[in-house]
């Protein structure tokens, strides 16, 4: 039996989301989901004891990050990243790809694998398919992501072309490189940019290798949000019934809600967590930047709708004071918070399918946080 398998519960019959279940080694996951990102095998200030008080089914650690610190030996040696961070729960980690390409301006891709300089030290280093799954081997994560290209927006159609075919290639040494198909589950990832044509080869070409899931690469940098949802409108349905859907790098609220209403059923993101180190919160209100001034005597919780470990027990103006402050424990709140929030907001999608209703949900959530097409995305 695969290491990863995904159960189709129900079809939402107003908007054709789907509820379901993601099985892997350290439990199952209820979806759609929302994973919170441990970049460095942890969590932005959060202790995984909060995360579970939060009911985080799934977390995301980073494979350039760690294989560059502490190094993926070192994780071995502890037990695996599990052990190494004691998170008993799935943990996915993606490829390292994406980080390659965002954070090292001198790189040089080549079919065997990346040249690139470590972005801390300026060494140069390399990172192959190869390589990437011996770093995930080691770590021992549940799903693992193939290391794929992961081209900028907007690429030329013919530089997309070329990409398209060598993420398959990679694709395919990723699949021979994999060391421990019987406890690691690899998703394959879809890329093409906003070409349709492509995002079919690409679908074509990776659902021909029979991966245990897939995930949509290449959205969410850059792009405006109906460009987003009309590539995901004409790439889910290319993906097996019969298989989780993932769409990476996405967490704002409305996009959440999108994504499901398109048949995604995994989400990650680091926005919740990197917001919320600058004050902002995500609230039944809409956006709430708490460390403004006009929060100094506001003694009221972030959110009077929110029933997190947060909003309990601490103000609006204590928790202003904290991140004006630069105090550790007003990120850690405010994290704790966004977090919460998101993963409620799941929880809420997720009862909508069951009843199917998940349009009526997104319409009164819209109306309610005083989205339009203009201003969506500044949530």
Not at 331 to 357: C, G, P, Q, W
């Amino acid at each position: 039996m695969a290491a990863v398998t995904y159960e189709l519960i129900k079809t939402c019959k107003q908007s054709g989301a789907r509820l379901g279940r993601v099985h892997t080694p350290h439990g199952t996951i209820e979806t759609p989901i929302f994973m919170p990102v441990g970049t460095l095998a942890t969590v932005k200030t959060l202790s995984p004891e909060e995360l579970n008080q939060m009911a985080a089914q799934i977390i995301l650690s980073n494979t350039y990050h760690l294989w560059l610190r502490p190094g993926e030996d070192i994780v071995r040696e502890a037990g695996g990243l599990h052990a190494f961070m004691n998170w008993d729960k799935p943990i996915l980690t993606d490829s390292g790809g994406f980080q390659v390409f965002s954070l090292s301006k001198l790189r040089d891709i080549k079919e065997e694998g990346v040249h690139f300089r470590n972005h801390i030290s300026g060494e140069k280093l390399f990172l192959s398919p190869e390589k990437a799954m011996a770093i995930q081997n080691a770590l021992g994560s549940d799903i693992m992501m193939a290391f794929d290209e992961c081209p900028p927006y907007p690429a030329e159609e013919t530089y997309m072309q070329d990409s398209v075919e060598r993420t398959t290639r990679w694709a395919e040494r990723c699949l021979e490189a994999h060391g421990r198909p019987e406890d690691q589950g690899l998703f394959g990832i879809v890329q093409g940019g906003e070409y349709e044509a492509l995002r079919k080869q690409s679908a074509r070409d990776l659902t021909a290798l029979d991966f245990p899931g897939y995930a949509i690469g290449g959205l969410s940098v850059g792009e405006p949000k109906e460009v987003m949802n009309r590539v995901l409108e004409f790439t889910t349905p290319l993906l097996p019934a019969d298989k989780p859907r993932y769409l990476m790098g996405v967490g704002s609220a409305d996009s959440l809600i999108d994504g499901a209403i398109r048949g995604i059923d995994m989400f990650d993101c680091v926005l919740p967590t990197r917001i919320a180190r600058n004050g902002t919160c995500m609230t039944s209100e809409g956006r709430l930047v708490v460390r403004n001034a006009k929060f100094a005597r506001d003694f009221r919780p972030l959110d009077e709708e929110c029933d997190c470990y947060t909003c309990k027990n601490y103000s609006r103006a204590y928790i202003r004071h904290l991140v004006k402050c630069n105090e550790t424990f007003g990120f850690r709140l405010t994290s704790y918070h966004n977090l919460y929030f998101l993963l409620k907001l799941m929880e809420r999608v997720r009862e909508a399918i069951k009843e199917d209703r998940l349009l009526d949900f997104r319409e009164a959530f819209f109306e309610q946080y005083g989205f339009n097409k203009a201003d969506a995305k500044n949530f």
